[in-house]
């Protein structure tokens, strides 16, 4: 049976575990938290498992999404280390899949110089080592 999922961030006035404890006597069966540094994963996954639940996915950060596709430059490395992270944590996790926006907003105006993506190949090649797949958003 499939599971049905929330989309979990670190932004509610509960407790992480009491967030979980609605979701799951409201239904939910399963999390997909946003992944950032901050997040004590490790803690969540002691919870969903307590409350018989499953981390579905692992959101990556949204925000400098634009800078993984741009030449290397110091602020692009960073956000690229913060999605390898992100695989990373999967792997640990046992989380399945890692879900990824190719963009960020609706409206955006795209820089003149051409877009890089050979970090899309090294993102996607770790994911696959990690058993992790990469869901684009």
């Not at 741009?70 to 944590?89: F, G, L, N």
Request: charged residues 20%; glycine residues 4%.
């Amino acid at each position: 049976m499939p599971k049905i999922g929330f989309s979990l961030q670190v932004q509610y006035s509960q407790p992480t575990s009491q967030v979980i404890a609605l979701l799951k006597d409201a239904g939910f069966s399963a999390v997909s938290p946003v992944w950032s540094p901050e997040l004590d994963l490790s803690s969540l996954a002691d919870c969903v498992r307590k409350h018989n639940m499953t981390i579905q996915s692992l959101h990556a950060p949204h925000k400098g999404i634009p800078l993984l596709w741009t030449p290397d430059t110091p602020e692009s490395i960073k956000a690229q280390e913060k999605i390898i992270s992100c695989i990373d944590a999967c792997k640990q996790y046992a989380i399945p899949v890692m879900v990824i926006h190719g963009w960020q907003g609706l409206v955006y105006t795209f820089p003149d110089t051409p877009l890089d993506f050979r970090f899309f190949d090294r993102m996607v090649d770790h994911a696959r080592l990690q058993g992790v797949s990469v869901a684009f958003e």
